[in-house]
């Protein structure tokens, strides 16, 4: 089954930043409220992010793990971000993931539970 978890436009998400070329230094966490989040890290031409007021991040648990599986409106059902292919991951997913999975507390946050 599937869980759709709600994020407001200002909800703060934290970006966990390696600081490249440099050896010995922790990783920097950056805070943006999940609109930057969106506009900065998704690959979207249809809509602009800036006029949503509530992000659905869809997820499913497969052997107790977190599987993200897109980013929509939750007003409007326009898709900001859909887990790509193997082939087609970039580091852009691998931001919004590991972001949410490390930041996002997904299933503290307001959850839906959807039917596959």
Do not use: C, Y
């Amino acid at each position: 089954m599937l869980d759709e978890t709600i994020f407001h436009k200002s909800h703060i998400i934290g970006i966990d930043e390696v600081v490249k070329g440099v050896s010995n230094v922790p990783p920097k966490i950056r805070e943006i409220t999940f609109t930057d989040f969106m506009l900065e890290f998704a690959d979207f031409d249809s809509w602009d992010a800036s006029l949503t007021d509530n992000f659905a991040v869809v997820w499913e648990m497969i052997n107790d793990e977190i599987h993200i599986e897109q980013i929509f409106d939750h007003d409007n059902g326009i898709v900001f971000w859909q887990k790509p292919s193997d082939e087609n991951w970039d580091e852009n997913d691998e931001v919004i993931v590991s972001s949410l999975l490390m930041f996002g507390e997904l299933e503290q946050q307001i959850i839906f539970q959807v039917k596959k």
